[in-house]
């Protein structure tokens, strides 16, 4: 009975050493079937030693004690930090390139500077405008009787102010590309709660009498770092697998119920703006990082700023040439004249006024009426380098370039910070890789040493059974 004993414990030690070898050599199977599988986390088969059951303290074997999904909570968490940082300069990188790409200026346009910001050859644009207004008006002062340097000068006044209207409007656009991003941003976050929310109710179910959530967790993960990369979230795992995702401390996702973010459409300064708000209890979602957030502050603080610029370019420029030509004399004699139309004083309608469009003869040169005298021409033509913005401390030309020089610096910060942050953000993906990622010359190593315990095991059921054989046959 003893002998009869001893042969069934070596059969069932073969069996569980088949079990287990054929468990880690699925495990390795499938890491080596998903090694180029987007977030997938490498598994590991834990084998442990079955104690004695039987007198002589002969052990029982081997068996899978866990299966194990390779994962980093320190690493994981730096990733998400990273992505966090990472969409914020990203959208803030591609919003100002589309600032730029409006301005078709070269940096220091109209001066000796060399090296460009923009992409267009100098004496375009605004900058390119402005001097040639400016020139209109010294033309017009070399021959103050002249019909042909009044219809240079009406043309070029229209080209400013349609050069004005056509960068208002296409920061305007820009605007609203943006508050549209924005919408659709928020979008893609709620749609990622969910997917989040589902997996957490599934997660339990699956870890339920040992089971394993090991691609449901993988699956979370990835979700998790899209949502980090939009938005600056913090999470909390707890002991039956489920996270909590919050922001600003407040719950977007506990246990199966996802909080969506709700788009709230305002006004600020004039402009349609999308206000972000939490859908259960109506608060302001408070958004420090992430996509999201460089997407608000090139809407909320890029594109204002600039328009405000603009309009301040414009209403000087209206207050200081109507200032002379109000008190000048035009061939006819007349005079209290605005060249520009004195109420509309921003870059979205500044125009000429509708009496110097329909006469030629009204615009005024003369300072006294005499015939041929140039006196106000001149002194228009001279605000070229009058201090007349900024608190008067800047000329139009000079404001208007350090406007540029604004932009520039900071459209060369965000492509620098973007690509600082990318760079970091690989290199923690390289170092969670390295615990995670799936090597395939070590699987391969795996998978030979594992067969080979297999086939072992194998031999030990056989020349078990052949004894178990013999034994029955005396």
């Known amino acids: 009975m003893a002998v009869t004993s001893s042969i069934s414990q070596?059969?069932?030690?073969?069996?569980?050493?088949?079990?287990?070898?054929?468990?880690?050599?699925?495990?390795?199977?499938?890491?080596?079937?998903?090694?180029?599988?987007?977030?997938?986390?490498?598994?590991?088969?834990?084998?442990?030693?079955?104690?004695?059951?039987?007198?002589?303290?002969?052990?029982?074997?081997?068996?899978?004690?866990?299966?194990?999904r390779q994962h980093s909570r320190f690493l994981n968490a730096q990733v998400r930090m990273e992505k966090q940082v990472l969409g914020r300069w990203d959208a803030l990188e591609g919003s100002l390139q589309s600032v730029e790409l409006i301005f078709n200026e070269p940096a220091g346009a109209g001066s000796s500077e060399v090296g460009t910001v923009f992409n267009e050859p100098s004496g375009t644009g605004l900058s390119g405008s402005l001097s040639r207004f400016w020139n209109a008006w010294q033309d017009l002062a070399n021959v103050p009787e002249s019909g042909a340097a009044r219809a240079v000068l009406q043309q070029e006044g229209i080209f400013l102010t349609e050069m004005l209207h056509q960068y208002n409007d296409q920061l305007l656009e820009t605007h609203q590309e943006l508050n549209a991003s924005i919408i659709d941003e928020v979008d893609e976050i709620n749609e990622i709660l969910d997917q989040i929310a589902t997996i957490n109710r599934e997660i339990p179910r699956a870890n339920f009498e040992g089971g394993s959530a090991a691609d449901l967790e993988?699956?979370?993960?990835?979700?998790?770092?899209?949502?980090?990369?939009?938005?600056?979230?913090?999470?909390?795992?707890?002991?039956?697998?489920?996270?909590?995702?919050?922001?600003?401390?407040?719950?977007?996702?506990?246990?199966?119920?996802?909080?969506?973010?709700?788009?709230?459409?305002?006004?600020?300064?004039?402009?349609?703006?999308?206000?972000?708000?939490?859908?259960?209890?109506?608060?302001?979602?408070?958004?420090?990082?992430?996509?999201?957030?460089?997407?608000?502050?090139?809407?909320?603080?890029?594109?204002?700023?600039?328009?405000?610029?603009?309009?301040?370019?414009?209403?000087?420029?209206?207050?200081?040439?109507?200032?002379?030509?109000?008190?000048?004399?035009?061939?006819?004699?007349?005079?209290?004249?605005?060249?520009?139309?004195?109420?509309?004083?921003?870059?979205?309608?500044?125009?000429?006024?509708?009496?110097?469009?329909?006469?030629?003869?009204?615009?005024?040169?003369?300072?006294?009426?005499?015939?041929?005298?140039?006196?106000?021409?001149?002194?228009?033509?001279?605000?070229?380098?009058?201090?007349?913005?900024a608190g008067g401390t800047k000329t139009v030309d000079s404001f208007y370039h350090e406007l540029l020089g604004e932009v520039g610096a900071r459209s060369k910060e965000a492509q620098t910070m973007a690509r600082n942050h990318r760079l970091l953000d690989s290199q923690l993906e390289n170092r969670r890789e390295s615990v995670v990622g799936v090597s395939l010359n070590e699987e391969a190593a795996q998978l030979v040493l594992f067969q080979r315990a297999y086939q072992a095991a194998a031999r030990t059921v056989s020349i078990v059974d052949d004894l178990l054989e013999v034994t029955i046959n005396l």
């Open 10 to 68: 070596g059969i069932e030690i073969g069996r569980r050493a088949l079990e287990a070898q054929q468990a880690a050599l699925n495990a390795t199977s499938h890491n080596i079937a998903n090694a180029n599988t987007p977030g997938f986390s490498r598994r590991q088969v834990n084998l442990q030693s079955v104690g004695p059951g039987l007198r002589g303290g002969i052990g029982g074997g081997v068996d899978v004690a866990t299966v194990e």
């Open 218 to 389: 993988d699956a979370r993960d990835q979700l998790l770092e899209q949502l980090s990369f939009k938005v600056d979230i913090s999470t909390v795992e707890k002991a039956n697998g489920q996270v909590s995702v919050l922001l600003s401390g407040h719950n977007l996702v506990e246990l199966d119920r996802a909080v969506h973010l709700r788009v709230r459409q305002l006004s600020s300064g004039g402009l349609p703006v999308a206000r972000l708000s939490f859908a259960d209890d109506g608060t302001m979602a408070d958004i420090r990082e992430g996509r999201l957030q460089g997407l608000m502050q090139a809407r909320d603080e890029v594109i204002p700023g600039v328009i405000a610029s603009l309009d301040e370019i414009a209403a000087g420029m209206v207050e200081e040439v109507n200032l002379i030509h109000q008190k000048a004399f035009g061939l006819t004699g007349a005079t209290g004249l605005n060249f520009f139309e004195a109420d509309k004083v921003n870059a979205r309608n500044i125009s000429l006024d509708q009496t110097i469009l329909g006469d030629l003869n009204s615009i005024a040169a003369s300072a006294d009426g005499a015939p041929g005298d140039n006196g106000a021409a001149l002194a228009i033509s001279s605000l070229r380098n009058k201090q007349m913005l």
